[in-house]
């Protein structure tokens, strides 16, 4: 599917993006000490006294020393927002009385003006010096702007991998803003062109663990394993070998779920997945402790250092969201986690972080649509935590991938009429629906009704809640909806879902999902290597990877309501 690229502002980016990074340590290689002294103004935020001071200086100045002391003067006046002034010292410079890291502000300063004058192409010839060689307090700020030119230009992809280079120097919400520039450029290629591109990138290049994580979302296979920089290695050096499949469990694990409190209806089936596929094996298990967390953010941080003391080398859990952001901020972590849930930021290093998020499951269906060619969507979301979030996520996607999301409604449990604004909403080729099976079969009907019948109607995985009765479930006939691979196909280790609901409370209905869930968890405690070393691994929930963060991506089986009966689709790439 090739579509027209739409094109970023190349100037409203880079503002967007300089305007959050770190602020620039500028006292490497001074040329004086009263210049060090000058520059060290702008690390404290006074940029404008750190000009005064070097156009001083350099009126004291003559030849290079002058130039170095102007060119460092312009830098500062483009700091402090003087781009005028900025300008009229840059003027003054021959650029060959230069050299070193003022040569390099000199350049980076009048990269930056050419792209406020839109002349990006003046920019690259300005930023032409590999930025490895690029003073490493300017470097990011150089990467960022030949991304900008590179985009101005059309070359998009060359943008893309600038933009990689410099996401790891990148802190807030400048970090934010580059991660979404750069999967907007990856959502402009076409599936084949992606998966070539991915493939051509040399190893270690960062835009290939970008790149892996967005072909994951379309459910197509990787090229390679993710890169994964040392810091990121996961300690299983107390483990015995692996065996041929890769089987490498730990030697002793804890398991750090809410036993007890507001979370306990939620820990149990994961906590009998777990053991299911604990006892399923027949090989070298681990001595497993259950921890309770009591589903608190202290609860969890006193399991965890209770784990660390009774000697265990691995820990799974916690669960609840409080809880992960709790043990994950600590500032060191002596036994590797995989934590049971997304926390507000990636897991630290040699740690994983394992969920069934609302956001994954707005992100494929966004790919699922896209890749279909449908570009006018509809999205109608539960008012509850899971539908927002569901939706949030399909929008963002959506419109990164090309799409337009035409209107958004929200609706309680029990689903008035909507008529009105599905019409107003006007033709629409996509319909998201990420709300449980009794919202969606008060739903069904309307969208027909009101001439949204025939798009294709995507679920999220709410939609099975609620569901069971045939003759009710009817009204839910052809909307598609990511399902666990468990429902769809035969897992090794595990009866089928069928089998396993008539024998545990805790792997029917709802309950099922997370029951796969925990099942899962102790695949990826006992594959660690694998998946880190190698690529995909088989689970309960989908098929399992693990990406260059520590995140565990999940590609999911797909599902159809057919005769108000879900049934596996074969393929839905």
């Not at 307090?137 to 943008?159: E, H, I, K, S, V």
């Not at 409190?261 to 070298?284: C, H, I, K, M, W």
């Not at 209107?407 to 709300?435: C, H, M, P």
Request: charged residues 20%.
């Amino acid at each position: 599917m090739n579509k027209p690229v739409a094109r970023i502002s190349a100037l409203s980016l880079s503002l967007l993006l300089l305007a959050g990074c770190a602020t620039t340590s500028l006292t490497s290689a001074p040329e004086s000490p009263a210049q060090a002294q000058a520059l060290a103004l702008i690390d404290q935020g006074k940029s404008r006294d750190a000009a005064v001071q070097l156009e001083a200086l350099a009126n004291t100045l003559k030849g290079a020393a002058r130039a170095a002391a102007l060119a460092d003067a312009a830098f500062a006046w483009h700091e402090a927002g003087d781009t005028a002034r900025a300008r009229t010292l840059l003027a003054q410079i021959t650029p060959r009385q230069l050299n070193g890291a003022s040569l390099q502000r000199y350049h980076l300063t009048s990269a930056e003006l050419a792209l406020a004058d839109k002349q990006p192409a003046q920019a690259l010839a300005l930023l032409k010096e590999s930025a490895d060689n690029v003073a490493p307090q300017l470097r990011t700020r150089w990467q960022l702007a030949r991304a900008n030119a590179l985009q101005a230009t059309g070359d998009l992809f060359g943008a893309a991998q600038e933009r990689a280079r410099a996401h790891a120097a990148l802190t807030g919400q400048a970090r934010i803003d580059n991660q979404q520039a750069i999967a907007s450029v990856l959502g402009t290629l076409d599936d084949a062109t992606l998966r070539a591109r991915a493939a051509a990138l040399p190893a270690n290049e960062p835009l290939y663990n970008f790149a892996g994580r967005a072909l994951i979302a379309r459910g197509l296979p990787l090229p390679r394993p993710f890169d994964r920089e040392q810091a990121l290695q996961f300690d299983t050096s107390k483990r015995p070998p692996a065996m041929s499949d890769g089987y490498r469990p730990p030697v002793k694990m804890a398991v750090l779920l809410p036993l007890s409190g507001r979370l306990a209806t939620a820990a149990q089936p994961v906590r009998d997945g777990l053991l299911s596929g604990y006892y399923g094996e027949n090989r070298r298990r681990p001595d497993i402790q259950f921890i309770d967390t009591a589903g608190t953010a202290a609860g969890a941080v006193a399991a965890y250092d209770k784990a660390v003391n009774a000697g265990v080398d691995f820990v799974v859990g916690p669960l609840g969201r409080d809880e992960v952001d709790a043990v994950f901020g600590r500032a060191q972590l002596p036994v590797p986690v995989l934590a049971l849930n997304r926390g507000k930021s990636s897991p630290p290093a040699g740690s994983a972080g394992f969920s069934l998020a609302p956001e994954d499951d707005g992100i494929i269906a966004a790919e699922y649509l896209r890749g279909r060619e449908r570009s006018k969507v509809l999205v109608v979301h539960s008012n509850d935590d899971n539908g927002r979030r569901a939706a949030a996520a399909f929008r963002e996607r959506f419109a990164q991938r090309g799409g337009q999301v035409v209107a958004s409604i929200g609706v309680g449990e029990t689903v008035g009429n909507i008529d009105a604004q599905i019409r107003n909403a006007g033709a629409v080729d996509g319909v998201l629906l990420a709300v449980k099976a009794p919202q969606a079969r008060a739903l069904a009907p309307q969208l027909a009704l009101a001439g949204a019948g025939g798009a294709t109607r995507v679920g999220t995985s709410q939609l099975t809640v609620g569901a069971g009765k045939a003759e009710e479930d009817m009204a839910l006939d052809g909307i598609v909806y990511p399902n666990e691979a468990w429902n769809v196909r035969g897992v090794p280790g595990l009866p089928s879902a069928s089998t396993a609901g008539q024998i545990l409370p805790t792997a029917r209905g709802a309950a099922g999902r997370l029951f796969a869930f925990g099942f899962d968890a102790w695949k990826i405690s006992a594959y660690l290597d694998k998946m880190a070393n190698e690529g995909g691994l088989p689970g309960a929930t989908g098929t399992l990877f693990l990406d260059s963060n520590g995140n565990v991506l999940r590609v999911p089986a797909w599902s159809t309501f057919s005769g108000g009966r879900p049934m596996p689709i074969a393929s839905a790439n």
